[in-house]
């Protein structure tokens, strides 16, 4: 890994010669965006960005700027403690660092902690109580998980090349009670197994979108790909067509209802009009509520038939860029 060092002081993250290196290749949480969007992140929390968000960011066309909240500054303030508790707890000395992957220097990671023979790294946390207590059960957060894959990847390298005595540890602290907890083994399924051969595993799957993702940067190139936007502005195309048609099908049936007037049938044309009148659906839901008052959900469920994979498609609110 090639070290990065920043001047004017500590080289903290909110300077702006950070800010304008980071910018300049894929980051740790960049790679969460990346990784969801690859299918690696199950499930994906809410508050993950479209890959095409951070597409337009890296190419310079919408600010990748996010207002500061609450609990970016709680786990701002609570990193320094937290990596004095797991210091003082375990005797592993780790210390913040900046580096650049030897091989794709865009890859890139603000590390909370490494040792200094850089085999141990350790990712530092304040969630929620539930994330936190997750914990003592061997449970890390799926997208941290590829953050981490991606700080082993900027750190050692491939993963072929990664040390065989590395490690990973998931840090996590809770400021209000200045509770430490860490693991750097983690339950799968019923077992437990190195943290770092799980960063290892994703890691191998995530490099390659990393390098996907920086080509389309580089290359202008949006991530969805040549091919998608063909078929994608096929789609766009026919569906205006059918929506012209359906309009002209619109005035259509007006003027034949009109012409209909009151009569209850006419035959012509190769069409026959026919008025008629049908009941309303039954609300079911309200009915159940109505004439069975005490059942509840799991039982309603048990005469619930299997449910069905559907796949919806509609436009998004922003027009894509014309490449």
Known sequence: MKSIVFGGGSGSPDSNEWHVWRAAGIGGSDSIVIGAGAGLVHPAPSWVKPVQWLWEVKTGRRSGVIPSNPAMQRGKDGEAPAREAFIAKTGITILPMFGEMDAYPF???????????????GEIKCPG???HADVALGKVPPHYIVQMAHQGLTLWGHPDEWPVDAQGFYISYHPE??????????KDGGYYIPLVSMMKETARKLL????????NVSNQTLPCGAAWMA????YLAIEQELDDAKTRLEIAKT????LLGDKPKEVGGGLSVIRSTRKGSVDYPELIKILLPDIKEDQIDSFRKKGTESISIRKTMEADFNL
């Open 208 to 215: 390659p979108e990393l390098q996907t993702f920086w080509m």
């Open 255 to 258: 003027r034949l209802v009109t």
């Open 231 to 234: 078929a994608a502005n096929q």
């Open 107 to 121: 890859v890139r990671a603000s590390f909370d902690g490494v040792s200094f023979c850089q085999k141990i790294l």
């Open 177 to 186: 009670t200045e509770d430490m907890k860490y693991l750097n083994m983690v």
């Open 129 to 131: 109580e539930k994330t």
